[in-house]
């Protein structure tokens, strides 16, 4: 293992050089030699006063709790202290500064608090020189006063060097990265565990909105069991009730798959199914829905359909939330068109345009409609989520603006995949394919 000399580059040239620089030359060598009896009288006070006042701040005195220690730290600086005398350019002695030095950086005493106590240490000196030496020539005060403020002052410069190539501005810079990094890790859990509370109340919220929705279209059927005629009054407003009823429970759905899939707990439930008949059952479904908003809806399924191995109810959401946004968003008295065909057959007819998949073998079903199509900037952000359970009023008809986000985590979850593609300029079209099962 390298000397402190050698980890400082305190080699033989730089030792001298360092001497030479502060000026302590044979003759003050000499006169420093010849302090060492009045550095030996003033020891023992001067501990006594120095470690009273490294006590009374806390910075230090939280090193200092121990009084067994400080006895025995006394004893090694009054040693220290005295050694002052030896100063000389040798290997040994420029070693041993070091090392206390590099004892204080090994503590974690912060280097501020260790070079600001000597200021205690001149101090004493100083004034225990006045009193001793005043009755000599003020020449001689004077010189001593100078040879040992230079040589304390090379204590501090060698414990400077120990501190910053001892190790100790590495590890505080690695404490602090340390500390930094914990920080950023807590805040981060704490984050996420909000957002998680958050997630858990948002599920809470919209399940309990689920019962009294509930009850109330149980209450509506019953009361259109008794006023049969949904184009009359009352019937007419209980069939409302009824078709809100309904939004609801598609936006509460919509909600807890969209938080649900963030959170990768959305069961898939693969059966096999027809498509043909899925689509027919959920087109007959949304009729009334098309006629009331005064929309044309028409399915097209040419050839046979491979039996699906997907999630039946999964998919019939996808299509319903397509065909609901297609008359909810585009004017009365456009047409919606649905298809599906199989993959393979459906980009050899052309009948999707701008089909980049790499199946050949599954599915597609295709959602196209005639009103004035997506502007460029919603295409974009089409199906990102807003943030989960954020709810906003398009028109009269309360939604989420979770649909379409809906509609791409499910097709994906499924294995396939949902674009908006643009027919010729006119409307929207959505394609979605899916694998074959
Ligand atoms: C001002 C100049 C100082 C000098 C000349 C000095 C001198 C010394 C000496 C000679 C040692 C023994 C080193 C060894 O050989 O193990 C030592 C150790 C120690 N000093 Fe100081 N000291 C000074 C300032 C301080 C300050 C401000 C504190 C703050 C509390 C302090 C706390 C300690 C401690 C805790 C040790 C023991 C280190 C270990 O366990 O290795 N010293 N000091």
């Not at 279209?217 to 949904?230: E, G, N, V």
Request: contains cysteine.
């Amino acid at each position: 293992m390298l000397s402190l000399v050698e980890r400082t580059g305190q080699d033989a040239e730089s030792r001298t050089a360092l001497l030479c620089f502060l000026e302590i030359n044979a003759p003050e060598r000499e006169r420093l030699a010849g302090l060492r009896r009045f550095f030996e009288d003033i020891a023992d006070n001067m501990m006594e006063e120095f470690y009273e006042y490294l006590l009374r701040h806390e910075q230090t005195a939280a090193f200092l709790q121990d009084p067994a220690l400080v006895e025995r730290l006394k004893k090694a600086q009054r040693r220290h202290f005295i050694e002052l005398a030896d100063c000389c350019d040798s290997e040994e002695y420029f070693e041993a500064r070091l090392k206390v030095g590099m004892a204080h950086a090994g503590v974690g005493l912060r280097p501020e608090y260790y070079l600001g106590a000597y200021s205690s240490q001149l101090a004493y000196v100083s004034a225990s020189a006045s009193r001793r030496f005043a009755d000599d020539d003020p020449t001689e005060l004077e010189a001593n006063l100078r040879v040992v403020t230079k040589v304390i002052t090379l204590d501090i410069c060698l414990a400077t060097e120990a501190y910053i190539y001892g190790g100790y501005v590495e590890k505080s810079l690695s404490e602090a990265h340390q500390a930094a990094a914990i920080r950023a890790r807590e805040a981060l859990a704490e984050k996420e565990q909000e957002e998680r509370r958050k997630e858990e109340l948002l599920r809470m919220v919209v399940h309990d909105i689920r019962s009294p929705v509930t009850a109330i279209m149980a209450a509506s059927r019953a009361a259109l069991r008794r006023y049969k005629d949904p184009a009359e009054p009352p019937g007419r407003q209980f069939a409302l009730i009824e078709e809100s009823g309904k939004n609801v429970l598609n936006i509460i759905d919509e909600i807890l798959n969209v938080a649900g899939q963030a959170t990768g707990d959305m069961p898939i439930n693969a059966l096999p199914f027809d498509l043909a008949v899925l689509l027919q059952d959920c087109v007959a479904e949304l009729r009334p829905y098309a006629e009331h908003t005064d929309h044309f809806v028409e399915l097209s399924c040419p050839g046979s359909l491979p039996v699906s191995w997907l999630d039946p109810l999964l998919v019939r959401r996808v299509v319903s939330n397509l065909l609901v946004n297609a008359f909810r968003h585009t004017p009365a008295g456009c047409r919606v068109e649905i298809f599906a065909g199989p993959l393979a057959a459906a980009t050899a007819g052309g009948q999707v345009a701008g089909s980049e998949t790499a199946m050949t073998d599954g599915v597609l079903i295709r959602v196209a409609d005639n009103g004035s199509g997506v502007s460029a900037r919603v295409e974009k952000r089409i199906f990102e989520g807003e943030a989960t359970g954020v709810l906003k009023t398009e028109g009269a008809s309360l939604t989420t603006g979770l649909g379409l986000p809906f509609c791409r985590l499910a097709c994906e979850r499924l294995g396939g995949s949902i674009k908006l593609t643009r027919q010729g300029g006119l409307g929207a079209c959505f394609v979605i394919e899916f694998p074959a099962g």
